[in-house]
């Protein structure tokens, strides 16, 4: 097979060709380029393989096109950026591994000891750029019969693979949830006999291939291959604690591990926002941890978004997960998850509804959107119900929300407010009256006007035997 038309509608390539035949190497382009370019997939990463030196290629080729081009020394790569397209640059080589550590000792090599050294046989094919076999394509593993049959395998024996680099255990999932491939029985096998080596592994590595996943069009995919292959447990146990279905006296609970698989594939469909996808995966999370059993009623998991939600940061935390914004708006989801099905479920007061409003503040339609995916009857009917009732929910809440202004809403008393009127420092008692304002004002008993305001702060500080000193003014 021969790509050499297609090399031609980007310039870039003759420009590689020449740089390499002046410099008297060959090159080749390999790995997940050509592996999209066969599955008509779009891709902006090129990788180029020099049978010589990949930083002097990069070099002259950074020269002709005249862009920068950055060098890693202690990796012997070069990397340069064209238009949208960034192309790195390295000398073919061979590695060997020692058991105990996932660093390569790394010696020169050709174009075959390369391809070897690749993850899988898809992502090991190359296309020539030299004068003797331009645009041929190169693939010693059948790299070609694996894509029509839709097969994740190791070019080498999986041990050797999986051994060598441990973190392509994850990618085995990833390519195999990204592509929607299956994983050759063989090379799962070699997840199952490897997966204790995931251990050598850093978890920002194991994060970057997790999330991948995660983005996926159907994520419970790679997290069921995980599990399956024991790898998931061991970088994420939790998770893995959600399952099973427990019976007695006639009454089970679902199995909250695939019920979190349904809700992260429901809300896959509906967002591209990774952190919204992880607020999915942790709802949750304390379940196991909350589980009782009651003779009346059944199993119950009382107060499991409370403990979810602080269990959240010491999970991130341990994952070496972002413990910024990113990490507050899962555990702030995680927190309110069961509020709007609640509301849905009882006659819907308009206290309940600021309250709702104040506290998910421009989060609100990602919580919306949670709740609805983590609908997950199999009785259809059942589902439009309760789709129908968080229709009515939410439209009462955008009806509130244009009447009262009250999400993000600030008390028109502060903190400053109060203690300027008593003469106070910041103490308990400027707290008790601050929350005690906001309360009316979420309960409805008062406008968020200063007033009416003023006059409740009043009152709350003679029940604490507090005498008001100077009349504040509003702004």
Same mark, same amino acid.
């Given at each position: ?189 070699? %997840? $199952?006999?490897?997966?204790? /080596?995931?251990?050598?592994? !850093? =978890? *920002?590595? #194991?994060? +970057? ?123 702030? %989801? $995680?927190?309110?998850?069961? /509020?709007?099905?609640?509301? !849905? =479920? *009882?006659? #819907?007061? +308009? ?125």
């Amino acid at each position: 097979m021969n790509f050499s038309e297609v090399l031609a509608s980007n310039s870039l390539f003759k420009v590689i060709a020449d740089s390499a035949r002046e410099l008297g190497v060959e090159a080749y382009v390999i790995g997940g380029y050509v592996r999209d370019l066969i599955l008509n997939r779009p891709s902006k990463d090129i990788d180029i393989v020099s049978v010589g030196s990949g930083v002097e290629l990069a070099e002259k080729v950074a020269e002709r096109l005249g862009v920068q081009v950055i060098v890693f020394k202690n990796f012997g790569t070069a990397q340069l950026k064209t238009d949208d397209l960034e192309v790195e640059f390295v000398g073919a080589r061979r590695e060997s591994y020692r058991s105990e550590s996932r660093k390569p000792i790394v010696e020169d090599g050709t174009l075959q000891d390369d391809q070897n050294r690749r993850d899988f046989t898809i992502n090991a094919m190359g296309i020539s750029l030299n004068i003797a076999n331009y645009g041929d394509l190169i693939d010693p593993f059948n790299g070609m019969s694996d894509l029509r049959k839709k097969l994740i395998r190791t070019p080498l024996e999986p041990g050797i693979t999986f051994s060598d680099d441990p973190l392509r255990m994850m990618r085995a999932a990833r390519f195999a949830t990204q592509l929607n491939f299956d994983i050759e029985p063989d090379t799962f096998d070699g %997840l $199952v006999q490897m997966a204790e /080596r995931i251990s050598i592994i !850093s =978890k *920002e590595r #194991i994060n +970057d291939e997790l999330n991948k996943i995660i983005l996926a069009k159907t994520p419970s995919y790679g997290f069921k291959l995980l599990h399956q292959a024991g790898i998931l447990k061991l970088i994420f146990p939790e998770f893995v604690e959600l399952q099973g279905a427990e019976y007695q006296d006639g009454k089970g609970h679902k199995d909250n591990f695939y019920h979190t698989l349904q809700v992260l594939d429901n809300i896959s469909k509906h967002t591209n926002d990774l952190w919204l996808r992880w607020a999915a995966i942790m709802h949750d999370i304390a379940k196991p941890a909350t589980k009782r059993f009651d003779k009346k009623v059944g199993w119950t998991f009382h107060g499991h978004e409370e403990l979810g939600a602080r269990m959240t940061p010491r999970i991130f935390r341990q994952m070496k997960l972002p413990m910024n914004e990113s990490m507050r708006f899962v555990q702030k %989801l $995680v927190r309110l998850h069961l /509020r709007p099905i609640a509301l !849905s =479920k *009882e006659e #819907i007061t +308009d206290s309940a509804l600021r309250r709702l409003l104040f506290d998910a503040g421009d989060d609100l339609e990602a919580l919306m959107t949670l709740c609805r995916a983590d609908i997950t009857s199999k009785n259809p009917d059942k589902v439009r119900k309760h789709l129908a009732n968080f229709d009515k929910v939410e439209q009462k809440l955008y009806d509130l929300e244009e009447r009262d202004k009250i999400r993000n809403f600030q008390p028109v008393i502060t903190g400053e407010v109060i203690m300027q009127a008593f003469g106070l420092k910041p103490s308990a008692e400027v707290g008790i009256i601050k929350t005690a304002v906001r309360e009316a004002i979420l309960d409805g008993i008062i406008p968020n006007q200063y007033e009416q305001a003023f006059g409740l702060m009043v009152e709350e500080g003679k029940k604490l035997g507090l005498e008001l000193k100077v009349i504040a003014e509003s702004d």
